[in-house]
């Protein structure tokens, strides 16, 4: 089986809805998806996914699952440089989240005093249940840290969201903390990252990254990438953002 993580295009936060270049990317995308005999859809309720979504799917005359749990991943905290206001859980300087070990450690990234009075983990295991559940619909039950392929198959299912949700299934997935993903990973608007199945042994299946990030659908058309969930490459940058 392999999953498609799709990131929205370019976003226009304001209007919850695509800029002009956003559309153009998810139309862009929309050429490349509609070739590949995706079995379901699944999109974020939010306006930026769901326009996304519907280029591919007005082209195929298909609907896609609107899943709550797809919707950004959402737990505002105390930044430790930023602390007037609460911020989404990642964007963190560099300097500060990786002097704490427990952040590189899947089973304990959570445990951070600031993660720990925002219920983060129980947020969570609420996105990684439910994604389960869809696998396990199409036939791969969690079983530890890997599937058990009840029903293998080659299925392909496309899960239009955000970013930081992202990197949350990615997390779930590949057994990575999230807080690595969030930080030294970057999906551009309209994206596709790719995981599939291996099934070595029978029953056993575990996924593996095939693909991150996947822009060519963009460069196909000669359109840049959208700077979108990046930050300055350098800081004598004048026009990329540094906060």
Known sequence: MELMIIRHGDPDYEKDSLTEKGWREAEYLSEKLV??????????????????????????????VICPWLKEFDVPIHRPDVQDRK?????????????????????SWWKAPVFQSENMKAEYDHVTENFDRILAEHGYIREGNYYRAQCANREKLAFFC??????????????????ILWHQFVAAPSSVTSVVTEERREGIALFRMRSYGDVSHLYAHGEEPAFAARFCETYDSKNERHD
């Open 87 to 107: 911020m989404i859980a990642w964007d963190w300087l560099p300097e500060d989240w990786t002097k704490e070990p427990g952040f590189y450690d899947y089973d």
């Open 162 to 179: 955000h970013f930081g949700l992202g990197c949350v299934l990615l997390s779930h997935l590949l057994h990575i903390s999230p807080m």
């Open 35 to 64: 070739k590949m005999n995706i079995k379901d859809f699944y999109v974020s309720p939010l306006g930026r996914a769901r326009d996304t979504a519907s280029c591919t799917l007005k082209k195929l005359n298909r609907e896609a």
